[in-house]
T-cell receptor, first 112, second 113 residues
Framework: DAKTTQPPSMDCAEGRAANLPCNHS???????VYWYRQIHSQGPQYIIH???NNETNEMASLIITEDRKSSTLILPHATLRDTAVYYC?????????????FGTGTRLTVIP | EAQVTQNPRYLITVTGKKLTVTCSQN?????MSWYRQDPGLGLRQIYY???????DKGDVPEGYKVSRKEKRNFPLILESPSPNQTSLYFC????????????FGEGSRLTVL
C-alpha cells in the first residue's frame, strides 16, 4: 500500500481558504485518496475521497494532480471549528492489503 | 443512528490484568479495525477484519488479540496489559472490504499502571 507524507503543521486565517497538501508518490492505479480530520481526541471524521478527478462536497474540495502523486485538500472558507489534525491516506479499491496507514497528519490551526 | 460504539471509554488498570475493549457497529459493515494513537506517532493500526472469522495484523499487533465471531462486534483483548499499552484506542468500520469511508468510534482511553 502507498504511504503518504504531509507537513506537520499549517496555519490559516479565519475566512481564508486552507490548502493542505499531501504527497503519495507511490500510489498505484487502483488506490483512492481519502481525507479525514480529527478534532481534539475525538474519533477521526471522513471528509472526502477521490481517484483521479477533482471532487467537491459540502465540506471541502479535493484536487488530485494528473500523475496522481500528490493531492490538495481545500477548505474554502476556514472557520475556527476547522482547527484539527487532517489525515491523508490511500486505500485500494479491490482486495489488496487493508492495512490503512494514517501517519501523523497535518495540524491545521485557524487563526482569528 | 448509525454509529460505532466502544466500551469502556476510560479505563485505568494494572499490569497483567486481562481486559477487553468492546466495539460494536450497527451499520452491517464488513470491515472493522482497531487503531491506537500515541503522541507524535499518529494513528497506528493494530488489527483489522475484512469479514466474520477473518482477521489480520496491522502495524502494531504485539500484545493484542482480536476476534470476529459476529459481523457487528470486534473486541480488542489485552491478555496481559503492560504500561506501554497505555494509549487512546479507536475502533473503526467500513461498509465493504476494500472501499468506502471509515466510521470511527469515540475512542477508549486506557491507562495501564
Amino acid at each position: 500500500d502507498a504511504k503518504t507524507t504531509q507537513p506537520p503543521s499549517m496555519d490559516c486565517a479565519e475566512g481564508r481558504a486552507a490548502n493542505l497538501p499531501c504527497n503519495h508518490s507511490t500510489i498505484s492505479g487502483n488506490e483512492y485518496v481519502y481525507w479525514y480530520r480529527q478534532i481534539h481526541s475525538q474519533g477521526p471524521q471522513y471528509i472526502i475521497h477521490g481517484l483521479k478527478n477533482n471532487e467537491t462536497n459540502e465540506m471541502a474540495s479535493l484536487i488530485i494532480t494528473e500523475d496522481r502523486k500528490s493531492s490538495t485538500l481545500i477548505l474554502p472558507h476556514a472557520t475556527l471549528r476547522d482547527t484539527a489534525v487532517y489525515y491523508c491516506i490511500v486505500s485500494p479499491d479491490q482486495t489488496g492489503a487493508n492495512n490503512l496507514f494514517f501517519g501523523t497528519g497535518t495540524r491545521l490551526t485557524v487563526i482569528p | 443512528e448509525a454509529q460505532v460504539t466502544q466500551n469502556p471509554r476510560y479505563l485505568i488498570t494494572v499490569t497483567g490484568k486481562k481486559l477487553t475493549v468492546t466495539c460494536s457497529q450497527n451499520m452491517n459493515h464488513e470491515y472493522m479495525s482497531w487503531y491506537r494513537q500515541d503522541p507524535g506517532l499518529g494513528l497506528r493500526q493494530i488489527y483489522y477484519s475484512m469479514n466474520v472469522e477473518v482477521t489480520d495484523k496491522g502495524d502494531v499487533p504485539e500484545g493484542y488479540k482480536v476476534s470476529r465471531k459476529e459481523k457487528r462486534n470486534f473486541p480488542l483483548i489485552l491478555e496481559s496489559p503492560s504500561p506501554n499499552q497505555t494509549s487512546l484506542y479507536f475502533c473503526a468500520s467500513r461498509l465493504t472490504r476494500a472501499y468506502g469511508e471509515l466510521f470511527f468510534g469515540e475512542g477508549s482511553r486506557l491507562t495501564v499502571l
